[in-house]
């Protein structure tokens, strides 16, 4: 069930009417109990695999939690024997899902190429939901208890509950059992009912209920036509499908998020942050501490400082750098295409490096004020071109299409398409495009605000006068509900990242 | 406690602001959902005869001829291209609340072999009824995906952009046409279909699709369960030999049930008196003649024996006298709109006290009293009131109601405009314009805007009367008198 279903609608308030009476002492069962059904409304055998990946790694950290406990470490090869059978049974499961056929899509290029014909197999599978946020999740707690950073659980059902809560179960944020795992733990002392933390829950959750159904399913129509029609379409209506592909992704991913993050509040449960206005990124490096932040500080604390970080000299932090992104990329879809998106993120941040200091010298020479606002402005929006320009390879079905799209862009320029209608003709009527600009104005409004007073939107509700918050919940509340795009007129769009 | 205050005060406002939602936002189509309206508002057990089916069934069955003249209680719950699974679904739901003596099932949806309808069309014949059992059936069998269908909500909310001024007040705006609504709607318009016609010799037999076979027999032994007398039909239209070969199929069905059935394209082909040439509005439906032959003629040959009581004159009936008085208002109407003479014309505009005349005159004319057709015309400004005697044209402008000149004017100052709510719905203005659109030109007219749309036909030195109905909430006709050309007509602006 997706979040802007009805049987969601539905599921939801069930679930906290039953959270808010039982005794605390097995409210974590309930919740567990609602994950699974959660995931296993999209398919029964969903519970099987996540079953599996909950077991496996609950089974390796208790053994390496027990291990652990060695001061001596004389058993460090049972322990990373265990760690192993963890990481391989988890990972084998995801590249049966998910990454099988794309090998042997690509060894049977690979063999056509040499004039060989195709001899790998493909399997008929299904792509779980969530199977990338959840293997992750769970490899991370289980590469923590063999840190030492945190300890086993041995509670098996809290556990599970730990690795298929079900507001971040199927997109995040893939949380870390030093966050989520601890609080469960203390599920008992939450209180039931508090009202400022729920209604501070229900503002997340609308908010993120408006950036997806109004905002992100509503851009979805002009950048599926601008993609699918591409090869006829000039310059200024590809950057536009572009730009509106930025904002569908950002409100579609960052839409569940806050519902999420919203959801677990309303229970009592204070999940991360995930986004933090990313496109007010000022370089790359910073756009990703702003967008997606529990997967990239997952591959920034499990692939990137464990491959050596910046400790190994200038060439081996590159080659981290590059080889972080484009694993990034190879998580967020089995295509070349994610791949290079994620290799370009890469070679951003090394290009970003690399000319940090020359930029500084030729900014002291020619006195640039880097404080100034018009400064910080100018350096958002050219790392906004960067990361959008990479979106096209996101986006695109394939790379040569993608470099096709991206030249058409420069040969097909024609500024007179500003005037002559032709912008009406992008898969969308007028009074449908002032909608979207205008919420996308509220957006970018709120976006700074949250940006300006570091604070999120709930919090920014929280210190305005009594009225004043009931007011604006209500507005976006008939926003969602009049001008959301859902039923007969609109194809349901499903979130973006589900398919990861 | 202000905080709970605020939140139940914050629940409320929700909650009002989704209820003024459902009643703007909900749909409102006059062939479909409105109908239900109308019927649930009916005091139970009044209705004794049943249409049911599709268009062709509301625009045949003449509800208020059988009021009128026979004092017979009718209700057309139809919809359309109403799929004989929602029939069933109709006729279950009317069940509730009627009882009526006889249903009358028109058969061309066992023509129409779709698995499932458009959406479009699905929601039509699924939203109008009330939440309840029976709707969620009639859902599950109309869409292939029935679930999102649950909630109108989930459809209607996207109206913003098509939202009229109907959509904002009850009974569509117009309380005397719609509040007593039996269902029954017609064309006033003329199609030659003499085409088509007698298919008696089409006697093949089409197979019906199993969901139409299924739909019918449901409602034939429903109908038994109701002690309900079923008629099946095949109601005259444009029709080919397939149609009456699913007929020929249908009869079958109706034999091996002992149900009557009369079909209208065969075997009682020519008995109606229905004229192809004339009794058509299009290639499917009867026009208001057409609606009234077959109306009497399935009075007098099967109605009649079935025993119904004529409930004029009594109590708790007059929603049908309401509705009969529409359909001869409608009538009226039509004679106005089709009269070619003119001294007719202006009998007709004299006596009525629920007509609006907004009449405009351009440019300096002549004066010939030995024309016929002038004299028509001088008849028709005195008939309205405003004819001055002198008999001499200049620019004018007149707003006359119910035969009170409620404004007049020489209409010489450029640009002018004097507005007239016509009612909550239309309104109207009397404006001098440029001849021809152009801002900067010297010539200037007098002219009727009706919702700011030019009604006339923007000739100089003719006189113009637009009629507005304020029973039907319509302007039924605009007529022009060139007193230059000395030629009467009615303009129809697509021609203009």
Sequence with gaps: ?500 | MKKIIALILTLLVFAAGMTAMYFSYDFKYLDSTYRWKAFYALPDNTVDVLGLGTSHTYESINTAVLWDKYGVTAFDLCGTAQPMTNTYWFFKEALKTQSPKVALLDLYSMCLNDEFPDEGNGIKNTYGMRMSRNKLDAINATFESPRQYYYSILQYHSRYGDLTAEDFFPYLGNERMYKDYKGFYCHFETKDLSEYGNLSDCTGFEPLSEKNKQALLDIIVLAKQNNVNLVLLGLPFGATSFNEEIYNTCGLIARANGVPFYDFLSDYYGETGIDYTSDFADRQHLNDLGSEKITDWIYDNILIGCDLPSHRGESGYETWDRDAEVWERQQKNQKLASCDEISSYAGMLSVDSDYTVLVTSNGIGGVNVENALEEGMFDCLDALGIGDGRRIYGDGGWIVRGGEVEYQSSMRDAGMVKTYELSRLHDAALARVAAGGDKDAEIFRNTVLIDGEDVTGGRMHTLYITVYDSVTDEVIDTVYFDYRQLTFGHVDTAEE
């Design chain 1, 1 to 500: 069930m997706q979040f802007n279903s009805l049987h969601f609608l539905i599921f939801f308030p069930a679930v906290l009417l039953v959270y808010f009476v039982i005794p605390a002492k097995v409210r974590y069962i309930w919740l567990l109990l609602a994950s699974y059904y959660f995931y296993m409304s999209w398919n029964p055998v969903y519970a099987l695999l996540i079953a599996f990946s909950t077991v496996i790694t609950y089974l390796c950290s208790l053994g390496i939690g027990m291990l652990n406990t060695d001061p001596r470490d004389r058993n460090r090869r049972l322990r990373r024997a265990m760690l192993i059978i963890g990481l391989a049974g988890n990972l084998l499961v995801l590249f049966v899902f998910k990454y099988f056929n794309f090998a042997s899509d690509s060894v049977n290029a690979v063999l056509k190429g040499f004039g060989y014909s195709p001899i790998a197999p493909k399997v008929d599978f299904v792509l779980p939901v969530g199977i990338s946020f959840y293997t992750f999740q769970a490899l991370g707690y289980m590469i923590d208890v063999y840190r030492g950073d945190t300890p086993a659980e041995k509670n098996p059902l809290r556990y599970a509950l730990f690795v298929s809560f079900f507001p971040q179960l199927v997109a995040g944020p893939i949380e870390r059992s030093g966050n989520l795992l601890s609080q469960l733990k203390n599920v008992e002392k939450i209180k039931p009912f508090d009202y400022e933390r729920i209604i501070k829950g229900f503002s997340v959750m609308l908010w993120g209920y408006f950036m997806k159904v109004v905002v992100a399913d509503r851009a979805a129509v002009i950048v599926n036509h601008v993609f699918d029609n591409w090869w006829h379409l000039d310059s200024l209506a590809l950057v536009l499908g572009t730009v509106f592909f930025a904002v569908q992704i950002y409100c579609d991913f960052a839409g569940y998020s806050a519902v999420a993050v919203g959801a677990a509040g309303v229970m009592g449960f204070t999940l991360t942050d995930n986004f933090k206005t990313p496109y007010f990124a000022v370089s790359v490096r910073d756009f990703w501490r702003r967008w997606h932040i529990t997967l990239s500080t997952w591959f920034r604390d499990y692939v990137y400082i464990p491959l050596g970080g910046n400790r190994r000299g200038k060439a081996r932090k590159y080659l981290n750098m590059m080889l972080t992104q484009l694993l990034s990329g190879l998580w967020h879809g089995a295509n070349w295409t994610y791949v290079v998106w994620g290799g370009i993120h890469g070679l951003y941040q090394v290009a970003g490096d690399i000319t940090r200091r020359p930029k500084e010298r030729l900014y002291r020479r020619f006195g640039v004020n880097t404080g100034a606002k018009s400064f910080r402005v100018l350096k958002a929006a050219v790392t906004f071109c960067l990361v959008d320009l990479a979106w096209i390879f996101f986006r695109a079905p394939s790379i040569s299409v993608a470099c096709m799209y991206i030249a058409r862009i420069f040969t097909h320029i024609d500024p007179w398409n500003l005037t002559n209608g032709s912008l009406a003709d992008l898969g969308m009527d007028g009074r449908e495009l002032n909608i979207l600009l205008i919420s996308v104005a509220a957006l970018i409004v709120v976006d700074l605000l949250q940006k300006k007073k570091n604070r999120r939107f709930d919090s920014l509700l929280e210190n305005q006068n009594m009225w004043f918050r009931p007011v604006v919940l209500l507005v976006i509340a008939f926003v969602i509900i009049i001008f959301g795009a859902y039923g007969l007129s609109f194809d349901p769009q499903q979130f973006i990242y589900f398919q990861f």
